[in-house]
């Protein structure tokens, strides 16, 4: 049962993490920011083993920033601001051995967007293609040519290898691919009612919010993710055992992104749509929000 409860969590802890880091992947593309931030949370490599599920879908984004308060009164901060659409490719494999690889290629958006100013020269090459294996983030240019890389250490998916091989085995492959499309699942409703009535168990804090609603706060180290004591937490539907948020904090108690999840309506609930919002800084220093609505399409799982 323990096993299991931890097989639940890591699961639901992996969702959120990657979430936060393909987003911050976007909306730092030229990597100006510290890149060991950003990706820290992908997975790393272990050996490849043999494929144990591939995942793709297409993601659109819509990217504005907002002051948190006042008026934006410098040119700097006013381009800074200029919204951002951009649409990816998205694959995902997991491997047998815990190690993850994410391919990302830019696409057309489906929507334009036309600034009200002129862009600033910028003759650095352009990233089309990111690919993050074996512990490292490669950037590649619209010709295909490497143009940087960066370690990304992060934790081992292993416990999630275990989950997905132990739905296989008990449900088959269709189920493990409904579940992991929709982040829920029966078969995980004994190990969450544990988890809730046992949470010092798994180093968890709960608070019920409804009958229906309860949030689950993780310290990430105590979860399996090495070289952090940042903190989540999640926004469960203890009913229908569908995520439907999160909150990342740091060691500090400080906010650092906040994801809310939306699924297609029915019996089989499918993520659908994200949306995040993350502090941040304009060229002033003045603070600001960074707030993402994310469309996911053409969502394919295959165990």
Known sequence: MIRFANSWLTAYVC????????????????LTADPSTQFRLMSKGKGSGSVLLEMSFDLESLTTIRPTSG???KVP???FQAPKIDRQTVNFTLYSSGEGRWVMENQTPTQNLTPNHESLPNN?????????TGGKIYLY????????????PAPDLSELVASINDLKSTHGAAQVNKAIAGMMTSSYTAGLDDLLRNPRNYGATINTISPQVSSIRVNLNAAGVPNTQDEVVLLIDTQRNLLLGSRLYDPNGQFRTSTMYRYDTGTQPYLKAIYQETPTQFPSGQAGMIKTQQTIRNLNIQV
């Open 15 to 30: 969702f959120a993490i990657m979430v936060f880091a393909l987003t911050s992947c976007q909306n730092n593309s030229d």
């Open 71 to 73: 008026k934006l009164r």
């Open 77 to 79: 901060d006013r381009i």
């Open 124 to 132: 650095s090459p352009i990233p089309v293609k990111s690919v993050i």
């Open 141 to 152: 240019d619209s010709k295909g040519q490497l143009i940087q890389n960066h370690d990304v």
